[in-house]
């Protein structure tokens, strides 16, 4: 299959699925979810062995970095697919039917529309794709129907829509400023905006930056923008909390890195290395303190995903080539740790029937596969080698003190310890504490396990020896990202 044939898979496989999952029954509208999500994954790593690939005219087009990212959101959406398909309701009523034809609709979807905003060409399209996030994913917090469920996809819809805001007028700003050199009418599309960069005024090329991080950074959980990270991943359903964590945030992330290529261009590096520098140790500082104070278990997940987002920002400031493959390492390997360790926070509140921490306990006798699974995963998350993590955040580290941000570089590994400490204690505590008299032992569903075994399977992999071909994208990635630096 052609690589145009591949992007065309791509952007539509998850939306057809999600159309016909709407009106099949549930057990159908699983497997249409996980043959959909099988068919990207496979159409993403085809692709990223390949060179940069274009289809339908100028709509669609992907390079080498974002490739990466789209392996990343095809992975999470893989094994969440898996997941699901033992999570959702097996009912057949009218409730958990209709709960189930929602479900697996708005998966899809949601699953579509951060797909299709990273193979978009064009600061104008990735907008429109990244607010279809928003508006999907919104409707997925609250698809339970609590009270605690609406005010948190409430919360998430007005700060992020505000946040989307933000990045329309950078994208305004930006726009501004290439029409002082491409004229009044043109297309934003990548490789033009790019291309004329150079000629672009500085100081309109910086305050679309910095506003482009403030609204983008609102739906990738920077610090302050980040209010509704919390309650949106615990009181989303699992599934959905590993795509927000594992995928969506990282969506955000590139296209910050976008508008980065195009002010490291017009202004020089400097700017953008403090702007990303500053958000990303604000992150990092209070996720690493809200983690060692947690007693909810998916909002301690929550901060960990704030955590890892302030990695990527303090990463992304620094100009070696070594720490910015190390970025984008960190983001396949963290979409592979979260979504695994949000699959177990998932099998050990159906087991326990609780996410407060003080409630579980013995979760590796409870859970004889996921229980074990889970404390890899919390393990990777940490950083602890052989992790992907502990790859990328060495790579990351060891970029920042070859070049000229070694104090950075030094800061960063005594908050990352700090934060890992606070998912330390809930291995310990949770994971391989004593279980509690008459607890009940056994898998809530084969599938949970099935999906978590994968997506640590490929932090492994990560982390031991990542393939060659992965390799060589994740350097032509880092090169294209380090050509201003």
Known sequence: MTARALLVVVVSVPALAGLASWRVPRPAAAGLTIGASAACLAAALVLAGQGPAVALGSLLRVDALSKVFLLATALVYATGALFAAGWVPLGTGPGPAAYGRRFFAGFNLFAWSMLGALCLDGFALLWVAVEVTTVVSALLVGIDD?????????????????????????????????????????????????????????????????????GYG????LVPVH????????????????????????VSFYAILRFDEVARRAAGPTFCADVLAAFGFASLGLAACYMASQSDLKRLLAYSSVEHMG??????????????????????????AKSGAFFGAGSLLRRFGTKQLAGITG?????PVSGPLTLAAVAGLAALPPSGLFRSEFLIVSGGLAGPGRAAALALVPLAVLASLGLGWFGLGALLGTPAAGTQRGEPSAWAAGAMAAALAALAVLGLHPPGPLSELLARAAHQLGEAR
Not at 218 to 221: A, D, F, L, S
Request: glycine letters at 8%; charged letters at 10%; a neutral charge.
């Open 146 to 214: 609590t009270e605690a469920a609406t005010e948190a996809a409430w919360k998430y819809l007005l700060l992020a829509s505000l946040g989307l805001g933000i990045a329309l007028l950078a994208t305004v700003v930006l726009y501004h400023a290439g029409a002082r050199v491409l004229g009044p009418a043109y297309q934003l599309s990548f490789e033009r905006v790019l291309a004329a960069a150079p000629r672009f005024s500085p100081p309109a090329a910086q305050l679309a930056f910095a506003l482009a991080v403030l």
């Open 227 to 250: 209010t509704w990270l919390p309650d949106a991943h615990s009181e989303a359903p699992t599934p959905v909390s590993a795509l927000l964590s594992g995928s969506l945030l990282s």
């Open 363 to 367: 979760g590796v006798y409870a859970l």
């Open 218 to 221: 609102t739906k990738m959980g």
């Open 311 to 336: 990695i990527l920002a303090v990463g992304a400031s620094f100009a070696s080539p070594v720490a910015l493959a190390g970025v984008l390492l960190h983001v396949l390997a963290h979409a592979a």
